[in-house]
């Protein structure tokens, strides 16, 4: 799973599509409720970076003035 790691950092499974099986213990009530929305965030479809259809990239003046980036930080300002 190492290799992975870094392709997978932002995908964000959804845990509760139908409904929420938990109650607020966190303790599952409903086991075929669960069951239904495991299989659906099991389907969710990996898109490499390559794959996607991304707008073009904003010109390097808007990208100066709206943009703050370090190594733990990407901020896009108004």
């Known amino acids: 799973m190492a290799p992975l790691r870094r392709e997978l ?3 964000i499974l959804p845990h509760d ?7 607020e213990l966190g303790v ?4 075929h409720l669960e069951r239904s929305n495991f299989e659906f965030a099991g ?3 990996y898109v490499r970076a390559g794959e996607q259809d991304l707008p073009d990239f904003p010109d390097i003046k808007w ?4 943009v703050r980036e370090s190594q733990y ?3 896009i300002v108004k």
């Open 9 to 11: 950092a932002g995908l």
């Open 17 to 23: 599509h139908f409904g929420s099986h938990l109650d």
């Open 28 to 31: 599952t009530i409903d086991e």
């Open 43 to 45: 389907n969710v479809k």
């Open 63 to 66: 990208y100066s003035v709206h």
């Open 73 to 75: 930080l990407l901020q």
